[in-house]
């Protein structure tokens, strides 16, 4: 992106979620809500840790919930640095209790099992029951292993798909370092949509980068279901410049398209035949995170439809859905985007719970992409509601300059890491 559209796309900003909500922070001492009432907010990632400390800035006497079964929360972003040798795991995990201490969030680490709309409660896995006066819900998003033949839960362990931050992303590293020089590793990702958009191409990029300093004869296959991706003239005149001709892109007509998997050959069937790999990076189809689905927030896609207005459930009222799980217009999965919409839907719940009118605001997404460690591309937007659709504002954002100088991307780099550390530290800081 150039100077004047990054200056241009500060200025949209200046009108967004994230000044709105500091706005609403500061200009709102304590709303006038009815004695203690309850926010239940399930998962805590980029949405849901989110919506819950934003909640309990701006409304200091609420009582929020916090569900999240895990201690430790591991961000995908930047975990494909951490598959290709350049960041630890433990880089990118987050623990929960300064939203505890810090804002007073009640944090149960729990398994939610569902929301019952009818009685306003969320029953969690271990028999107990949380009431809520409204409940924002986060889950990300689950795997699908009902859409391609010889994909199941087991072969997970064998072809990871590593787009959940954990041990699936060690398990991928780990195969990475075992093959030998000359091996071959098929990148398989998935149709739209799914959380991410770009990340399978930052994948490529950043996996050849290991492979061409320990085992440059190896080469990385790139079978789509897709017919083109996201910063796609970014990234192949990248890898180019960086890998001469190490990845290479098939579209679905072209070869990408997967018919079946076979976990035991280490193989992938498409319309042109049998592809074996070393390592096999097969990233599912997606759909909205389980409970969504057990509490019936689903609609025929598998995704939540919500009032783009709100985020509240067009099928359960009193249950707001954000990030992923979320049918949210024109943004894309990712995790500003889930961030972005948490904050803009805690000043709607507050608004609701205090019977007015919840306001409007603009939303944002930037979406940072490594090829290598010091080179990265970047696209931003930003959306606000046209009617009761989130849409993309004209003229806003952009991506980065074509035929760019290797100085560029370096500092595009240097940016990621601060739109990091920045986004980390407003939702767990
Ligand atoms: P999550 O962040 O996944 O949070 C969901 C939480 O809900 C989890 O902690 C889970 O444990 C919890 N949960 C699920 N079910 C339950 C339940 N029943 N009860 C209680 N808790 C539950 N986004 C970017 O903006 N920039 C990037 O550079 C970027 N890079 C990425 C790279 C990769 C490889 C991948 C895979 C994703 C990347 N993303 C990026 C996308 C980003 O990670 C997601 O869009 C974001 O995490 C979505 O937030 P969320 O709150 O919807 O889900």
Redesign the pocket.
């Known amino acids: 992106m150039n100077k004047i559209t990054r200056r241009k796309f500060t200025k949209f900003l200046g009108a967004s979620s994230i000044v709105y909500a500091l706005e609403r922070i500061a200009g709102y001492p304590t709303p006038l809500l009815a004695a203690k009432q309850k926010v239940v907010v ?7 840790a989110t919506a819950a400390k934003y909640l309990c800035m701006m409304a200091p006497n609420l009582q929020v919930t916090l ?4 201690k430790l ?1 591991y ?3 930047f ?2 640095l951490v598959i290709g040798g350049h960041k630890d795991l433990n880089e990118l995990a987050y623990g929960y209790d300064n939203l505890h201490k810090k804002y007073g969030i009640n944090v149960i680490h729990s ?2 099992a569902r929301l019952d709309a009818s009685s306003k409660k969320v029953l969690l896995n271990d028999g107990g029951s949380l009431p809520y006066d409204r409940a924002i819900v ?3 998003v689950s795997m699908r292993f009902d859409k391609m033949e010889g994909y199941n839960v087991d072969t997970v362990n064998i072809m990871p798909h590593a ?1 959940k931050a954990g041990s699936s992303t060690l398990l991928l590293k780990k195969q990475l370092s075992a093959i030998s020089d000359g091996g071959t590793v098929l990148i398989c990702p998935p149709k739209q949509p799914y ?2 958009p770009p ?1 399978p191409y930052e ?1 490529a990029g950043l996996i050849a980068h290991y492979l061409k300093q320990h085992k440059p004869s190896s080469k990385i296959l790139i079978l789509d279901a897709k017919e083109q991706f996201a910063k796609q003239a970014l990234f192949t005149s990248g890898w180019e410049h960086l890998y001469g001709h190490m990845i290479e892109w098939f579209p679905g007509s072209a070869g990408g398209k997967i018919l079946r998997v076979d976990a035991g050959e280490m193989a992938v069937e498409t319309e042109f035949g049998i592809e074996k790999g070393d390592v096999i990076n097969y990233i599912p189809d997606q759909w909205a ?3 969504a689905h057990e509490s019936g927030l689903v609609d025929e896609s598998g995704w939540c439809p919500v009032d783009q207005r709100t985020f509240e459930s067009k099928i359960h009222p009193g249950i707001h859905v954000i ?3 979320a049918i949210a217009g024109a943004m894309p ?6 961030s972005s919409q948490a904050k803009f839907t805690a000043a709607a719940v507050i608004d609701m719970l205090n019977n007015k009118e919840p306001e409007t605001t603009t939303l944002a997404n930037t ?2 992409s490594f090829l290598a460690p010091d080179y990265a591309i970047s696209v931003a937007a930003v959306y606000n509601l046209s009617g009761n659709k989130i849409v993309k504002v004209k003229g806003s954002g952009g991506v980065s300059p074509p035929n760019a100088k290797h100085s560029v991307r370096r500092e595009e780099a240097k940016y990621a890491q601060g739109w990091y550390d920045s986004i980390t530290n407003d939702m767990f800081g």
């Not at 399930?42 to 849901?48: K, Q």
């Not at 569900?67 to 895990?70: A, C, D, I, L």
């Open positions: 399930i998962g805590g990632g980029f949405g849901g569900v999240e079964p895990n929360y961000t995908c972003p975990s494909n398994i939610a986060s889950p990300g787009w959380r991410c990340g994948r995170g389980q409970i990030g992923d799980a999965k990712s995790g500003l985007s889930a979406c940072y």
